[in-house]
């Protein structure tokens, strides 16, 4: 692509970065050159945005029912996985996934929530008293 067709369409992170493409200046070589966005890749990432929250909006719901432990929401909401929080955290994932459980999370101390707190950016309080 020629340096002046690099698109410049606004995206959602135009206020964060820039993407850096190859493109061909005027001699025919090839340099780099920041690109704002592009449309179609714009539209893909609204679309994967909504999909992403879709899920926090899931795992939240699944807490206020008492289905998985604010562990699982927060989870989500930080765009995490279970081997992420494992290595965030130390704790091997099948004690991730474990502490999914409401049950399982009641019995947490203080401790090992500090470590997830710790991971998800968020005080203990906040992630022992989970309102939604």
Known sequence: MKKE???QDPGALDNFTREVCYVKNQDGKYE???????DVKKEALDNAW?????????ARQAVING???????????R???????SGYTGF????????FKPSVFK???????GKYAEAFDITLQELKNFKG
């Open 107 to 113: 019995g947490l101390n203080d401790r090992k929530l």
């Open 32 to 38: 780099t050159a920041l690109s704002r966005g592009w």
């Open 5 to 7: 067709d690099l698109p």
């Open 67 to 77: 289905e998985k432990s604010p562990v699982f929401y927060f989870m989500e909401l």
């Open 50 to 58: 909504v999909e992403v929250n879709k899920r926090i909006e899931e």
């Open 92 to 99: 091997l994932a099948f004690f991730v996934k474990r502490h």
């Open 79 to 85: 765009l995490m996985d279970v081997p992420l929080l």
